[in-house]
């Protein structure tokens, strides 16, 4: 069975910190991992990652694959109080093209 | 704004009744997909639509159904309903469905219609 597994589950830092996020995961016939951003309703897109090594960026986050080792880590650099929210991780998969979420990381940015 | 709209915005409904929500995806986009989303559970992936045809099933109960109409809208069925139905429904589009790697791939998800059976 698929399952995607996230920790820590919840994080507390003061704004500036540095924080990572993991994602690990086993999946038939992975196809894509991807990571959103859930403040108060809608999960947010924020990065897709097929290929292991390569980092994807946008602004302070930042993420990386390594599909040996089934897992991702999310980079948060230079935390802000409005990067607060829980942040999801999930897998897709090629057989019957089906979407896993992990149980999510909520993270609280203190001022 | 993510683009995609969904109706109604909350809903309350007693056990055994059957409900439609509804999903207009954002302008252009093919794809759509529908999620649960409960306490207990977390997010759940229940069904995907492509330009009117189901092209992927997750955790979607017999008691449900989904179809995406010609104009693209997709309509969620949800029947004799139980008090576990009780989560927030949420509805993405995307302009594909789902090549990997692409930034078509990208799914922008609804604000969600909260079910609440009583």
């Known amino acids: 069975e698929d399952k995607v597994v996230q920790s820590p589950l919840s994080l507390v830092v003061h704004e500036g910190d540095t924080v990572t996020l993991n994602c690990s995961y086993e999946?038939?016939?992975?196809?894509?991992l991807l990571w959103y951003k859930q403040e108060k309703k809608a999960p947010t897109f924020l990065f897709m990652l097929t290929s292991s090594g390569i980092e994807k960026k946008s602004g302070r986050l930042s993420s990386i694959l390594d599909k040996k080792e089934l897992f991702s880590i999310l980079n948060i650099t230079a935390t802000q109080t409005g990067d607060s929210a829980v942040y999801l991780c999930?897998?897709?998969?090629?057989?019957?093209?089906?979407?896993?979420f992990g149980p999510g990381t909520r993270l609280s940015v203190l001022p | 704004d993510s683009g995609v709209t969904q109706t109604p915005k909350h809903l309350i409904t007693a056990t055994g009744q059957r409900v439609t929500l509804r999903c207009s995806p954002r302008?252009?986009?093919?794809?759509v997909y529908w999620y649960q989303q409960s306490l207990d559970q977390g997010l759940q992936f229940l069904i995907q639509?492509?330009?009117?045809?189901?092209?992927a099933k997750g955790n979607i109960l017999e008691r449900f159904s989904a179809q995406q109409f010609p104009d693209l809208h997709s309509e969620l069925n949800l029947s004799s309903l139980e008090l576990g139905d009780s989560a927030l429904y949420f509805c993405?589009?995307?302009?594909?469905?789902?090549?990997?790697?692409?930034?078509?791939?990208?799914?922008?998800f609804g604000p969600g219609t909260r079910l609440t059976v009583l």
């Open positions: 993405a589009s995307s302009a594909e469905p789902g090549l990997a790697g692409g930034d078509t791939d990208t799914q922008y």
């Open positions: 639509y492509y330009n009117g045809e189901e092209r």
């Open positions: 999930a897998v897709e998969n090629n057989y019957g093209q089906n979407f896993v």
């Open positions: 999946v038939t016939n992975f196809r894509s």
């Open positions: 302008s252009g986009d093919l794809s």
